[in-house]
Structures are given as C-alpha cells and as structure tokens.
C-alpha cells in the first residue's frame, strides 16, 4: 500500500521574511519528497496596495522582494542536486500591481547607463484579477483605456544559499539561482540547484501574474503568491 506524501503549509509572519539571499536561519526542515504549500508576498512586501502608493514613498531599499524560506533539506549535502520541482503556482489575491521607478528598469535612465532624457515618472498601475475568466485586467492612468492579458504566474526568484558563506542582495541573479525572473519558473517546471551548503537552504518569492521576457520597466505583474512544490535530491551530483 503506497502512502500519501506528507503535505506541509507555511505561511510565513511579517517577521519571518528573508531579505536576502543568505544570512538567516531556517525557518523549517523538510524532507525530500514533504510537499509544500507555500505563500509568499509580493516584491513589494504588499505596502503598494492603490495607484496612489508610490514606490518612493512606500518602500524602503533594500527592503524588497520578501523571501519564504530558507528551507533546510534533510539529506542535502555540498555537491548534490536540490531539484525544485513546482506543482502549482496560483495567485493569492484578485488584486496585482506595478510600477514604474525613478532611475530603475531598461526604459528609462539608471546610475550604470546614464541617458540625456529626463527619468520617467514614477506611477503605480492597479491590476484587477478575474480568476474566473482567467484575465489580468489592466487600466491606464490617464486615459480609459483597457485591456486584458492571460494570467501566466511563476515565481521571480528561487534560490539555494549562495557558496563561501555569501550574502547577496535580492535583486542578484547568479549561480544559486536568485533572483531569475524567467517565466519558465512556472507550474510543471523542475529547477535544478548545485548544493552549496549542507541542508540546501533554499527560498521562493517574488512571484509575479504575467510578464513578459523581462522586467523592461523594472518590475512586472506584482502578486502575492500560492505556491505547491516539492523537492528532490540527486546525490553526489
């Protein structure tokens, strides 16, 4: 008779975020093939919650992109495989948001590439969520204009402790996967990760509804997130 897998659910309190990748101990051990159901906050840490919350004004650097986790995998050891595997990730709310950021994102000036023109204004854009249409509903600001986009939700980053006793930055992308933004990361996706430290500690987050090859404004569809995942070990690799 074979037996379910053991389903955990972690909804992490205000003061059990990381904020980096690195640097804090584990919130839970878990067992390879444990199923968990895991919440996370959006990038934002939910303090943009109306268009006239402005990123300047609502967060404070480096306080973005809310980890869930880390989690300690037993068994993990320096030289496996954490392979992540995500069964369902589902939005959390009927709600979603995005911004544009002074001197933040590809369209518009930053303090690594430098253009003539003004930065762009910041704005914040309020996504309405139909679940049951299946659309992601956004409004312009300035005119009534409209449209509707399918729901394509996956998770920012994903991430294992970094080697050499590293602390990272959130918004780091790197070999310990971090802060990835493809949305490959998605429902049905397995994501492999080099083991860096005994018990992996790995971390989910940033999760977004829709996007598309990358955050040209700087962020994308912001959203909390349900996330239904477990994982495996691949020994000595």
């Keep these: 008779m074979s037996m379910s897998p053991t389903r955990t659910r972690f909804v992490p309190r205000e003061d059990q975020y990381a904020w980096t990748f690195g640097g804090y101990d584990p919130v839970l051990r878990v067992k390879p093939g444990e199923v968990l159901e895991l919440f996370t906050e959006d990038a934002f840490g939910g303090a943009i ?19 869930t986790g880390p989690f300690y995998v037993e068994g993990a050891a320096v030289g496996d495989t954490l392979a992540i595997h995500l069964i369902a990730v589902r939005p959390a709310r009927d709600w979603a948001v995005s911004t544009t950021v002074p001197l933040f994102g590809a369209l518009t000036s930053t303090r690594f590439t430098p253009t003539l023109q003004p930065a762009l204004p910041e704005r914040t854009w309020l996504y309405d969520v139909d679940g049951d249409a299946g659309e992601v509903i956004y409004r312009a600001l300035d005119s009534d204009f409209s449209t509707r986009l399918p729901p394509e939700p996956f998770l920012g980053t994903i991430r294992v402790l970094p080697a050499a006793q590293e602390v990272r930055n959130v918004l780091v992308p790197e070999a310990f996967g971090g802060n990835m933004d493809t949305p490959h990361a998605r429902a049905g996706t397995t994501i492999y990760l080099g083991v860096n430290v005994e018990g992996a500690l790995f971390s989910i987050g940033d999760a977004h509804y829709t996007m598309g090859e990358g955050e040209v404004c700087g962020v994308a569809v912001e959203g909390a997130m349900e996330t239904v995942l477990t994982v495996d070990l691949v020994k000595g690799v």
């Design 49 to 67: 919650r109306s268009t006239k919350d402005l990123p300047s004004r609502s967060i404070v650097y480096p306080f973005i992109n809310p980890q």
